[in-house]
């Protein structure tokens, strides 16, 4: 899969990150490098560190040692750092459910007041239609939708943002394999449409290699594999080639 050829994604950098919950190691010093503009997905079984990896990269865990740079410049766990555009797709989508469709995606375009209401509501009502959803579903809230449409709508809302770093956490998670399917094709078409660079983190072996420029295997804590999806797929790496015979039954 090819890279944007223009894009304003963030290259990211990780060096001896390491983590541990109440002395047990959840991640081991992890060093990695994603590049600027492309789709990197991390994928391993359940309880091999990958989550607590994301939240890392977005600032919401503070490691025990290590750093990560995002674009040249220390990341810092503070929520509210203005220096990139970051935007995060939860694995539940992470929509409120006292708000629509409609307040949900332009939630922050309107808290910030970044835009007069008529216009934010003509860029949610685009945005949305990029997604596959229209004014009927802008109306309705969350827990009137389906997974897949909640998991869509959650990807409108990175897109107003105009993200230049997407982190998506177990985007197929519960769904169908078909609705999972049109959930990787919203996530390449993010990224082709603006550029920004992609992580996902997933056990979704169908997804991980359907959407991946690069990959990286993580269990117990270590990046195992690194490389492409032919690389993967030819690694000799005995757990990664156990997690993939897993997936394939």
């Excluded at 890392?56 to 990560?68: S, V």
């Excluded at 040249?72 to 220096?83: M, Q, S």
């Excluded at 970044?114 to 945005?127: D, F, G, N, Q, Y």
């Amino acid at each position: 899969m090819t890279a944007p050829s223009s894009n304003h994604g963030l290259p990211v950098s990780v060096r001896g990150l390491r983590k541990a919950f109440d002395g047990r190691v959840v991640l081991h010093p992890l060093d990695l490098d994603i590049e600027a503009g492309e789709i990197f997905v991390i994928m391993g079984p359940s309880g091999s560190g990958k989550s607590v990896f994301l939240r890392h990269l977005i600032g919401l865990e503070e490691p025990d040692a290590g750093e990560i740079r995002v674009a040249g410049e220390k990341l810092v766990p503070d929520a509210a750092d203005p220096r990139h555009r970051l935007a995060m797709v939860f694995q539940s989508g992470g929509l409120l459910n006292s708000l629509t469709v409609e307040e949900n995606v332009g939630l922050y375009l309107t808290e910030h007041r970044l835009k007069p209401p008529a216009e934010i509501a003509a860029i949610v009502s685009k945005t949305l239609g990029l997604v596959q959803l229209g004014p009927a579903d802008a109306a309705k809230y969350p827990d009137e939708l389906s997974g897949g449409m909640r998991k869509r709508a959650a990807i409108a809302r990175a897109l107003v943002v105009e993200p230049e770093l997407v982190l998506f956490d177990e985007p197929t998670s519960e769904l169908d394999p078909l609705v999972a399917l049109t959930i990787g094709r919203e996530i390449v078409n993010l990224n082709r449409r603006t550029g920004a660079t992609v992580v996902v983190v997933t056990h979704d072996r169908d997804l991980a290699f359907g959407i991946a420029d690069r990959l990286a295997f993580l269990a117990e804590g270590k990046i195992l594999a690194l490389g492409t999806a032919a690389e993967l797929r030819a690694s000799p790496v005995p757990l990664l080639q156990q997690f993939l015979a897993a997936e394939f039954k």
